[in-house]
């Protein structure tokens, strides 16, 4: 309901100007002292100067607000898994592009489409960089296009992370087991132990590539070095020492047939 006000100005009216007067429905609206036609109280409006300063004011509050929520200290990642704190991919849907993606590379690797085979290890590495084995297949597709110097730091990568980062939880079941998703296997009791021998195939095929590496770069003692030590943790492929073409530089040589006749 409206509210009304007597703007008598003679001065003859008590209520002019300082009582808002309400007016039941249907009444005319006069004074009731002084009979003059009542006009209705309009609001005041608010002083510029006022509307300015609450702006300001939630302009600061906003602005504080951000200020806190952009310098939260991020939550702490979980505990990483020995030495070098490595985070699992717990992500059930991340684990599938990851297997996706080097199963699509080992495909193309077997086609002969070292690019394409490379383009699709990378990926893999990006959602996991201590995947087991991954480094060691983007250097074996690097060595088909020719890029040693890349395939050799992808080579002492895998090298450094076996040695540095699984080796020392070799022995734990329960933090290999939490690593076990890098294998295509269900039988939970087994995880351990075929990641196991997974990190200790993986370490010795390493050594192996890196002798094809250096024989490949006529680097004669360091592929002959790498051949022994591939040769010292379980390597044991004659058909491959007899007829890979990657060993052909040393393969003449006295030291190569002295370690090959060391193999048991």
Known sequence: MPKYQCVNETGECSLAYNKKIKIEEGKEPKCEECGRELEIVKPKPIPTKIILSVVGLLVVVVATLLLILMN???EPPPPGI???????????????????????????AAENKPEDALSEFRQGLEIDKNFLGLNQNIAAALMLLGKYEEAESSLNKEIDLIDDCFKPIIKDDEDIAKLAYMLDIEHVGSKAKVFRERITTTRRLTAYNQACLYSLQKQKEPALDALREAIDLGFDDRKALDSDPNLSFIRTSAEFKKILSEIK
């Open 82 to 108: 020995g030495p070098c704190k490595l985070q699992p991919v717990a992500d059930a849907a991340a684990v599938a592009r990851l297997r996706k993606h080097i199963e699509q590379g080992m495909k193309y």
């Open 72 to 74: 939260k200290p991020d």
